[in-house]
């Protein structure tokens, strides 16, 4: 089906949400290539020509420990309580189980009550929550030492091994992979002691950051503040933070610190197959 009439079918079932969808098809376009969406394993409710309600969904990933990952789903307002998500859920899951899928993964407001107990219904449980936070302008808390060095550079050079710049694991969203689907789309401001690499601000152009990593070692002293003011130095309007995990103490902090305004939170909720 044309992108055009799916963007539509998403804006219309969020048009009474919590927090009101109005996507381009361009904005559409790039937010499914960026959550791995897969024509496959997503699945439509028709009457006649209409589309009535989706199912958006990517194929189970290596990535993720063969788990997919739930884009987004929903009925148009004018056929709910008609049990359509769940029929939508059903054959999902079952293409799912077909291709030896371990589970999916998807991402619920909190205060969307009626979501979330429809949800819990399908058998998805919380693992977590997560924050969503807004940065316009950077409170600075130190000052990042002269040997350190911010400079751009390609996403390719950035380590494989993060485990000791994270303290937690991204959201699908937040993936590399994500940000290999779109090249030329992000920046990535890079943290440099001589020649080694001591943390880096990935940016998409609309200033969602999918990484904002220092390493271990290198922490409270001003390096996170300067990346912040470099990639807003380039994204003046706004930085986004979709789906920080709460449960991650020193990332939570550091960005109230800087006067980074948390605008919702989102459960983090998983269906084990």
């Known amino acids: 089906m044309p992108i055009d009439r799916l963007a539509k079918a998403m804006n219309d079932a969020f048009s009474d949400y919590v927090v009101p969808l109005q996507l381009t098809d361009a904005q559409f ?5 960026r959550r791995g969406y897969s024509e496959a394993h997503s699945f439509l409710a028709m009457d006649g020509n209409q589309v009535a309600g989706f199912w958006f969904s990517s194929a189970p990933e290596t990535a993720m420990e063969y788990r997919a990952y739930c884009l987004s789903a929903g009925v148009l307002p004018e056929f709910r309580r008609r049990g359509l998500l769940r029929h939508l859920f059903e054959a999902m899951l079952e293409k799912h189980r077909h ?7 998807l991402e619920v407001i909190s205060s969307n009550e009626v979501a979330l107990r429809g ?7 919380i693992i977590r929550n997560l924050n969503v936070y807004k ?4 409170k600075p808390i130190e000052t990042a030492p002269t040997n350190i060095k911010i400079r751009e550079i390609a996403l390719h050079r950035l380590p494989d091994d993060v485990s000791r710049f994270f303290d937690t694991h991204p959201t699908r969203q937040n993936q590399r992979s994500a940000m290999h689907a779109l090249p030329g789309t992000v920046r990535v401001f890079a943290a440099y002691y001589g020649n080694d ?3 880096w601000q990935a940016v998409f152009e609309d200033g969602a950051t999918p990484e904002l990593a220092v390493h271990r070692d290198w922490r409270r002293k001003g390096i ?8 807003l130095a380039s994204h003046p309007e706004k930085l986004m933070f979709v789906n920080v995990d709460a449960g991650c103490v020193s990332i939570n902090e550091f960005l109230i610190a800087r006067d980074a305004v948390r605008l919702l ?8 197959v």
């Open 265 to 272: 939170v989102q459960h983090d909720m998983f269906l084990s």
């Open 119 to 125: 949800y819990q219904s399908f058998g998805f449980q």
């Open 135 to 138: 940065l316009e302008q950077l």
């Open 224 to 231: 996170g503040s300067a990346l912040l003011a470099r990639a």
């Open 99 to 105: 291709d030896g899928g371990a589970g999916i993964h």
């Open 197 to 199: 690499l001591v943390g």
């Open 29 to 33: 376009r790039e937010i499914t290539s």
